[in-house]
């Protein structure tokens, strides 16, 4: 599994070859050396990172956490406090987020409630888009 072109890490990781440069250009993921062609050449070690970079993303976690994370797994005699603030601030971002999204929902679904099927002229959809002030007044909640 060394010496693969960024296409094959491309492939084996999942991640799309602009995504790995970019991965390289910000340090996340070291500029692997090259051959007298020119060609990036990755080794284990790489896609290893990069698959634990796809994971963090694929669970929302920031390029800044990222790092800190990569950082943390290089020193594995360390306590793991450091890592569990990171995820701890995360969850709390996810919590405020799935909040906002229940608000959105229920605001969507009062505004379908509220809807009399008739014509646009009476829609209520289209008034409570028009004047969300007066929405948010009537309901007594902000989304």
Not at 49 to 58: C, E, Y
């Amino acid at each position: 599994m060394t010496d693969l072109s960024i296409g094959e890490l491309s492939r084996r990781v999942a991640v799309k070859v602009p995504t790995i440069r970019y991965y390289e250009q910000i340090g996340l993921l070291p500029v692997p050396p090259r051959t007298e062609g020119r060609q990036r050449r990755y080794g284990a070690q790489a896609v290893s990172r990069l698959r634990f970079i796809r994971h963090a993303r694929d669970l929302g976690f920031e390029v800044e956490a990222i790092r800190e994370l990569l950082s943390l797994s290089a020193m594995p005699e360390q306590p793991c406090e450091p890592a569990d603030r990171i995820v701890l601030r995360h969850l709390e971002s996810v919590e405020r987020r799935i909040e906002q999204l229940s608000l959105l929902r229920a605001e969507l679904r009062h505004m379908l409630d509220d809807c009399t099927h008739g014509q646009v002229r009476e829609c209520r959809i289209i008034q409570v888009l028009a004047d969300h002030e007066q929405c948010r007044h009537e309901h007594g909640r902000t989304v």
